[in-house]
């Protein structure tokens, strides 16, 4: 399709007039993970509307628009994972200097030689039929929408590696996400998806809830908000009831399920998956927000940047099918559906903003600073720029003694990585060398590494701080003794932090295998491992390691492989919440 | 509401069909909530009828397909005419616009020879919040207030502030009452 698009031809026009490189297109059509959202007619090269609803917009457009190369196109783009490749060259640079120096080195063509300022200004003004067209494509560009309204539950490492060829800022991001959030569920980019997002959430809420007497009281408090949508809203019941109607049927069903949240899911996924009945509910909340927002015009009047007003607003943003919401949308919709129920929304933003995590934002205002603890049921949402999709932490558990989790790294670092792959014993920072003075550090007897292996939870005393307790402590032999205790600290501790000779066989069944040959030692190679499964690669949290290419879940490793998760073992892979934080500062 | 309480969707605890749906299944369920739509507005053009304008369905029966009339305005160069126009409903009503046609030939600025209209709420402004009435109402006070500035007929867009005898005469030259087909 861009193949015949004019404007495509137009960039071949500039790339050579400039002697870019021939590639240029396929920068900017190159394959990315973005999810392409946003349907709105009006799509074309506008940013800075403001909120992240729409923020993303422009970047879409400089996606399939290579013609909106101004700079403030340019910059708005630096959101999508493909910019970090549009970003390599200086296309959109349009000062004079720089112009003329790229004319300088190229042998250009006559004419465009004997003023080269003139020329950078000609070449990068657009022909007006050029830009005609690459609109019309703008405007009935539809983008290619696969799978459910909604998806199924998924690990959130498959964010991780689609990410994993993208940005420096989104891999390391990505790279952290999973352990804060450790599933997500893949909304459809149809540009209804944060709509759809949250409605699902408040569903999948209230059945979570398992609360009949809460699932009846709100569709109690819906139906009386019907007279709020006519008379505030000013929508006539002939046009509502259709949408109401499906939302009313869906708590019916879910509240005759309560007893049975698997079924009562079932139903939600179904149900949101059905275009008509899941439409009708999007739609029912969409009219809830701008009714709220109608009626509350003193609180949100001045957020409207719409020209055409909070009436305007209202019909062009609020109330259009897939046109995505915004910032504002959210603060209504989580005021007039989800404040009154207790429930609060936790957006966790996925940009290319400076940070090593994701930055997240919670609704309503007056939850923000408070631990989760003391609030009610959380709803988390993932946004990338002009996308949601849901997301789910793992429930919260015991948080494991920080000394533990030191000491564990120590005891194991020699017995694995030292004697067999010295190349990235750099990856072990501060650890490192605090064992290298140790005493043994470089030898570990044979011998020893089978019984280390084999005694899989150890007591908890016997790694005191101090550097001098060594692995080779008695403690080791004998763990049986003591074991009660720190099975119990194993038990809460994260999975995919621990490392796996402390991951005993009865807390967490069929381990993650990763394979990786090039990096055992010749004591992994040892029977008795093999047979114990104790051979597989732990997992490095040092944030060094992490970002490094050792690291086969970076994407420089040759044995490239995504940290793998299983649904099944979500159980343990718990606490990463918080607790996350703590160990890539041990 | 009783009139749209035997829908599949009614009973308490019965799974959506989608669950079990074939592709040919879910389009006929698709066209079933569209129609339960055009039921209700069916409804409302019956019960609330709004002033010189009025909506039926064809006489074939099939609920996507509607007959419409809007009575000309007073004090507009359509005064006492009957304009007759079709709607024709999307399986995925009201989600996408109808497509609405004047069949009456009518001279007016957003209005082409084949009786296409430009009108941005039938277009991309359209929500899921609009029916058949407000387009009907909408499509009425453009009768008297042309936009002008995005004509489908120029010459009409030009007349209508120059000349507006000529343009009345020009209205009523074109103007040919239909039969009802």
């Given at each position: 399709m861009y193949?015949?698009d004019?404007a495509?031809q137009?960039?071949?026009?500039v790339?050579?007039g ?8 396929q920068?900017?059509f190159d394959e990315t993970?973005?999810r392409?959202t946003?349907?709105r007619?009006r799509?074309?090269?506008y940013?800075g509307?403001?909120g992240?609803g729409?923020g993303g ?12 190369s101004?700079?403030a196109?340019a910059?708005a ?9 549009a970003g390599h ?7 004079a200097?720089?112009?003329s120096a790229?004319t300088?080195?190229?042998p250009?063509t006559t004419?465009?030689?004997?003023s080269?300022?003139?020329f950078?200004?000609?070449k990068m ?7 005609v ?5 703008a ?5 290619q929408l696969?799978?459910?309204f909604v998806?199924?539950k998924?690990p959130?490492?498959a ?12 891999i390391q991001?990505t790279?952290?996400?999973?352990r804060t959030?450790?599933?997500?569920r893949?909304i459809q980019?149809d540009?209804n998806?944060?709509?759809?997002a ?5 569903f999948?809420?209230?059945?979570k ?15 009386g ?7 505030i809203?000013?929508h006539?019941?002939y046009?509502y009831t ?9 708590l ?6 309560a ?6 899911m079932?139903?939600?996924?179904a149900?949101?998956?059905?275009s008509?009945?899941g439409n009708?509910?999007m739609?029912?909340?969409r009219l ?8 509350n015009?003193?609180?949100?009047g ?8 909070v009436?305007?607003?209202c019909s062009?943003v609020?109330e259009?099918?897939?046109v995505?919401?915004?910032?504002l949308g959210?603060s209504?919709?989580?005021d007039?559906?989800l404040k009154p129920v ?7 933003y996925?940009d290319?903003s400076?940070g090593?995590e994701?930055?997240s934002?919670?609704?309503p205002?007056e939850?923000r600073?408070?631990h989760p603890?003391?609030?009610g049921?959380?709803?988390y949402?993932?946004f990338?720029?002009d ?5 789910y932490v793992?429930?919260?558990e015991?948080?494991?003694e920080p ?7 120590v005891?194991?670092s020699p017995?694995?990585?030292?004697a067999?792959?010295p190349v ?6 501060i650890n490192?060398g605090?064992?290298?003075?140790l005493?043994?550090?470089?030898g570990?007897p044979?011998?020893l590494?089978p019984?280390?292996?084999d005694?899989?939870p150890?007591p908890?005393?016997a790694?005191?701080p101090s ?10 032999a004998e763990?049986?003794q003591?074991a009660?205790p720190?099975?119990v600290?194993?038990q809460?501790?994260?999975v995919p932090?621990s490392?796996?000779i402390?991951?005993?066989p009865a807390v ?7 394979t990786h040959?090039?990096?055992?030692s010749?004591y992994c190679?040892?029977?008795?491992y093999?047979e ?7 997992s ?8 490094s ?6 994407y420089?490793n040759?044995n490239?492989?995504p940290?793998e998760y ?6 343990y ?8 934080k703590?160990r890539?500062?041990? | 509401?009783?009139?749209m309480d035997d829908?599949q969707?009614?009973a ?5 069909a ?5 592709g040919?299944?879910t389009?006929?369920?698709?066209n079933e ?5 055009l039921?209700n507005?069916?409804?409302q053009m019956?019960?609330?009828p709004a002033?010189?304008?009025s909506a039926?369905?064809s006489a074939?029966g099939?609920l996507?397909?509607w007959?419409?009339?809007i009575?000309?305005p007073?004090?507009?160069p359509?005064?006492?005419?009957n ?9 995925n ?7 609405v046609l004047?069949i009456t030939p009518?001279?007016h600025?957003?209005v082409?020879f ?5 009108l941005?709420?039938l277009?991309?402004?359209?929500t899921?919040?609009?029916?058949t009435?407000?387009?009907l ?6 009768l008297?207030e042309?936009?002008?500035?995005s ?6 867009a030009?007349?209508w502030?120059?000349d ?5 005469t ?5 103007h040919k009452?239909?039969e009802?087909?």
């Amino acid at each position: 399709m861009y193949e015949q698009d004019p404007a495509a031809q137009f960039v071949h026009q500039v790339s050579a007039g400039y002697s870019l490189p021939q590639t240029l297109p396929q920068y900017t059509f190159d394959e990315t993970p973005l999810r392409l959202t946003d349907r709105r007619g009006r799509g074309g090269g506008y940013g800075g509307l403001g909120g992240p609803g729409v923020g993303g917009a422009a970047g879409r457009s400089l996606l399939y628009s290579p013609i909106f190369s101004t700079p403030a196109s340019a910059n708005a783009a630096g959101v999508g994972p493909a910019s970090s490749a549009a970003g390599h060259f200086n296309f959109h640079t349009t000062s004079a200097t720089s112009a003329s120096a790229l004319t300088s080195s190229v042998p250009a063509t006559t004419h465009h030689r004997s003023s080269p300022p003139h020329f950078a200004i000609q070449k990068m003004e657009p022909n007006p039929e050029d830009l005609v067209a690459q609109e019309a494509a703008a405007r009935e560009f539809q983008p290619q929408l696969e799978g459910p309204f909604v998806g199924e539950k998924t690990p959130s490492s498959a964010i991780t590696s689609e990410y994993a060829k993208a940005d420096p800022v989104y891999i390391q991001k990505t790279a952290v996400l999973p352990r804060t959030y450790s599933h997500y569920r893949p909304i459809q980019g149809d540009g209804n998806c944060g709509w759809r997002a949250i409605a699902f959430g408040y569903f999948e809420t209230l059945v979570k809830g398992g609360n009949k007497g809460q699932i009846e009281a709100e569709k109690l408090r819906l139906e009386g908000l019907n007279s709020y949508i006519e008379t505030i809203g000013g929508h006539s019941p002939y046009v509502y009831t259709d949408f109401v109607e499906e939302t009313l049927l869906l708590l019916d069903r879910v509240a005759a399920l309560a007893g049975d949240p698997e079924q009562a899911m079932r139903e939600v996924y179904a149900t949101f998956n059905d275009s008509e009945i899941g439409n009708a509910i999007m739609y029912h909340f969409r009219l809830l927000a701008s009714s709220y927002l109608k009626g509350n015009q003193d609180t949100y009047g001045a957020f409207v940047t719409d020209e055409a007003g909070v009436q305007g607003y209202c019909s062009n943003v609020l109330e259009r099918h897939q046109v995505e919401i915004d910032h504002l949308g959210v603060s209504l919709l989580v005021d007039v559906l989800l404040k009154p129920v207790g429930f609060v929304l936790e957006v966790a933003y996925l940009d290319r903003s400076p940070g090593s995590e994701v930055n997240s934002y919670r609704f309503p205002e007056e939850a923000r600073d408070r631990h989760p603890s003391t609030l009610g049921p959380i709803i988390y949402l993932l946004f990338r720029p002009d996308h949601y999709d849901l997301l789910y932490v793992a429930e919260p558990e015991p948080i494991p003694e920080p000394v533990t989790v030191q000491v564990h790294r120590v005891a194991f670092s020699p017995t694995y990585d030292i004697a067999s792959a010295p190349v990235s014993m750099p990856s072990y920072g501060i650890n490192m060398g605090v064992l290298g003075m140790l005493p043994g550090f470089h030898g570990p007897p044979p011998g020893l590494a089978p019984t280390l292996l084999d005694t899989s939870p150890s007591p908890l005393s016997a790694y005191s701080p101090s550097p001098t307790s060594t692995w080779m402590t008695p403690p080791f032999a004998e763990p049986p003794q003591q074991a009660p205790p720190v099975s119990v600290a194993v038990q809460a501790a994260p999975v995919p932090m621990s490392l796996p000779i402390h991951t005993a066989p009865a807390v967490v069944p069929a381990a993650p295998l990763q394979t990786h040959p090039l990096r055992f030692s010749e004591y992994c190679q040892l029977p008795e491992y093999v047979e114990n499964d104790t051979w597989r690669e732990p997992s490095f949290q040092t944030s060094t390691f992490r970002n490094s290419h050792f690291n086969v879940a970076h994407y420089n490793n040759p044995n490239f492989q995504p940290e793998e998760y299983r649904p099944e073992a979500e159980d343990y892979e718990g606490p990463q919440r918080g607790n996350g934080k703590k160990r890539a500062s041990v | 509401m009783s009139y749209m309480d035997d829908t599949q969707n009614s009973a308490p605890g019965s799974l959506p069909a989608s669950k079990a749906a074939t592709g040919a299944a879910t389009s006929k369920k698709v066209n079933e909530n569209a129609t339960k739509r055009l039921q209700n507005e069916l409804m409302q053009m019956m019960t609330s009828p709004a002033p010189g304008i009025s909506a039926f369905p064809s006489a074939d029966g099939n609920l996507l397909f509607w007959r419409a009339t809007i009575e000309g305005p007073e004090d507009t160069p359509y005064a006492g005419l009957n304009l007759k126009l079709s709607f024709e409903f999307p399986a995925n009503y009201p989600y996408t616009p109808p497509t609405v046609l004047f069949i009456t030939p009518i001279y007016h600025p957003n209005v082409d020879f084949s009786g296409r209209i430009c009108l941005d709420i039938l277009k991309d402004k359209w929500t899921p919040a609009y029916n058949t009435q407000t387009v009907l109402l909408s499509l009425q006070s453009l009768l008297g207030e042309p936009n002008n500035a995005s004509p489908l007929n120029g010459e009409a867009a030009e007349l209508w502030d120059k000349d507006p005898a000529l343009f009345k005469t020009k209205v009523m030259d074109r103007h040919k009452d239909i039969e009802e087909d």
